[in-house]
């Protein structure tokens, strides 16, 4: 009885740690995930809340991959040579980075002051 109880306690630690963690995951997996990338911060997943990738490919090809990917009702703002995505509470950011690409992954949590 013991070792069922034990179990039972397990099942749900592990169900209470699913929950907690399918918004999360369901967030994360929400935007794209640019291909051929290199993760820049590797205890983070790619895309993630947080994130960084590089890759050799050029700013427009990442923006034009990325246009035809997320969808319509994501902001798309160009500037300094790169672009931003604002999808909901996620930014994606696209910038020129020494001769790469950079690539990074926002979650703005909350507002501005005043808002």
């Keep these: 009885m013991r070792i069922f109880h034990g179990n039972k306690i397990l099942l749900s630690f592990t169900l209470g740690l699913a929950v907690f963690a399918l918004p999360v995951a369901a967030a994360a997996g929400t935007l794209p995930v640019y291909p051929d990338a290199v993760n820049k911060t590797p205890d983070m997943p790619a895309g993630g809340a947080l994130s960084q990738l ?62």
């Design 54 to 115: 590089e890759t050799a490919d050029s700013v427009d090809k990442v923006d034009a991959w990325f246009a035809s990917r997320l969808p319509k009702s994501c902001a798309h703002m160009a500037a300094q040579g790169g672009a931003k995505y604002t999808c909901g509470n996620r930014v994606i950011v696209i910038s020129p980075n020494k001769g790469k690409t950079l690539i990074s992954y926002l979650t703005m949590m909350g507002g501005l002051p005043g808002q």
